[in-house]
């Protein structure tokens, strides 16, 4: 771990002697290397993404937002509303681009889920979503449901805590780790696309996942509002989440103790509803110690270098 720090912290400091990266924010130059990161891959698998022109485009637009936050923030500081959205703009990047991933993952390379399901029977010995038909009742399934649909808004809860706090230097941050981990979640879903055991494991669950009203809402909004369908491995939830109660933990911990149990619902939730393998979740946990251990350097890092030039 201390080598893979000490390379990041090597490219840091060559990116900022190569490149004009001064002029940008920890978060703001993390969204512009994956922005651009992305550009670079469609053009690279052109061939292979039907629709690789509109992505394109989608990106290159997804780029000019950037900027144009990025100049209007310069002008006028962090003031008004224009600072308050370029201050946020992380959160609006990060449902874009996790969107888009819908429209050409699925062309970049096969779906691994029956190596998840192998993995998971080889741990287990048992597929651990219908080990869960058990547990199964109406009120439990709208408690998950409802633990599940958290995972949306923890995250913003605790950087706009810390924002009306006037807390600037834990909100940025707060927001650049945040930022980093989900990046990576989606990394890990454009190398390891998966569908989830709800779509491939369907023909051996024998009890339906009824709940009332509240399980219906939650199933048929994500359905409705998700385009990638792929975000199995990892499990972004977990990752995301662990990551989000340790923060809060570090950071506020008003919020830390609201959160455990909403969290443990949470990670519970991804396999009772059958969205993830129990795999993914092992990898998401690993994913956000890795990236608790690294973001923070990269952002000492960083912020260093700015005050170096």
Known sequence: MR?????????????????????????????LI?????????????VQIPLWRSQLLFYTLLLGLFFALKLSSDRRGSQGIGGLLHDFSPIVFIIATYQSLGN??????PDIDPYLIRI???????????WMERWINPWFTDLMSLAYLSYYFLPVILILTLYLKGRRDEFNRVIFILTFGYYL?????????AVGPRFTQIDLYSV??????????????????EHNKRDC??????????????????????????????VSGLILSTVYLRYHYA?????????????????????????RNIKLQ
């Open 208 to 225: 339906p996942l009824e709940g009332s009203f509240l399980t219906d809402f939650v199933r048929d909004t994500l359905n409705a509002i």
């Open 104 to 109: 050409m993952i699925q062309y970049l390379q």
């Open 3 to 31: 080598l893979l720090i000490s390379i990041l912290d090597l490219f840091i400091d060559l990116g900022y002697r190569t490149f004009p990266m001064k002029r940008f924010t920890p978060v703001e130059g993390l969204t």
């Open 185 to 193: 979640s989606f990394i890990g879903y454009i190398l390891f696309p």
């Open 34 to 46: 994956f922005l651009a990161g992305l550009v670079l891959l469609v053009l690279i698998f052109r």
């Open 233 to 262: 491995m990892p499990s972004g939830h977990t990752q995301i989440a662990l990551m989000v109660l340790f923060l809060a933990r570090r950071f506020e911990g008003t919020l830390f103790y609201p959160f455990l149990p909403v």
């Open 120 to 130: 998971d029977f080889f741990l287990f010995g048992v597929h651990p979503t219908v």
């Open 279 to 303: 795999i993914d979740l092992i990898v998401g946990t690993a994913l956000a110690v890795g990236c608790l251990l690294i973001a923070p350097r990269l952002y000492r890092t960083w912020k």
